[in-house]
């Protein structure tokens, strides 16, 4: 599971305002230019922390405390990126002193819940594999094969000639024996390829 897009939210905590903003980076060197872009956008916060995470098995793990107090901060960030269960993720909070002290251990619940609240609110995406196949068939039958397609499969292009020709993308293979049978075996479906497609995840 991965990100959709760029998302940011703030959280206050005793008139201090923590802004935490988040983007899928997939390596050290986008995680870094992110983390530079948060520091021009906020010249005037007292902290940039952030924490991030990448690889296939989340092997790049990286956290600052960028002036807390040593633990306060990037490391409560960087768990809260793992329990999240996201990958290749970056998480930068901004934080603007209210003039009320948290402690460390405020601090520490302060940074785990901007991020956590932050990638709870955020879209994102699952990476799943997929079969894309085409189909062509006939006018009578766009009705039916529109209405056994529609929750199975994902159309991706529909052309009308002399024929009707829909590319679909589908995870269940027995949909493709249901339109053997619903055409009785006059349109075979062709399979293209196998790939990874990014779902929305509800």
């Given at each position: 599971?991965?990100l ?26 986008q995680?870094k ?8 956008l ?21 956290s ?26 970056c ?20 940074y ?13 995406v ?29 159309i ?25 049978e ?5 349109y ?15």
């Open positions: 599971m991965r959709k897009e760029d998302f940011h939210h703030t959280i206050v905590i005793e008139r201090s305002e923590f802004i935490c903003y988040v983007r899928k980076c997939l390596d050290e060197v995680a230019a992110f983390i530079q872009e948060i520091r021009k906020h010249p005037e916060a007292n902290h940039h922390c952030y924490a991030y995470i990448a690889g296939q098995h989340n092997e790049l793990q990286r600052n405390d960028a002036g807390e107090p040593g633990g306060t901060a990037g490391v409560p960030m960087l768990e809260s990126l793992k329990l999240s269960g996201l990958q290749d993720c998480a930068v909070t901004v934080r603007y002193f209210g003039g009320i002290k948290l402690g460390a251990g405020g601090l520490v619940r302060a785990s819940r901007s991020v956590s609240e932050t990638l709870k609110l955020a879209p994102k699952e990476t799943i594999q997929m079969d894309r196949y085409t189909l062509t068939f006939s006018y009578d039958l766009i009705g039916k094969l529109d209405y056994l397609l529609k929750d199975q499969a994902d991706v292009a529909k052309e009308y000639g002399e024929q009707v020709v829909y590319e679909f993308l589908t995870t269940n293979s027995s949909l493709i024996e249901k339109i053997q619903l055409t009785s075996g006059r075979p479906c062709r399979w293209l390829a196998r790939e990874l497609v990014e779902k929305d995840c509800g």
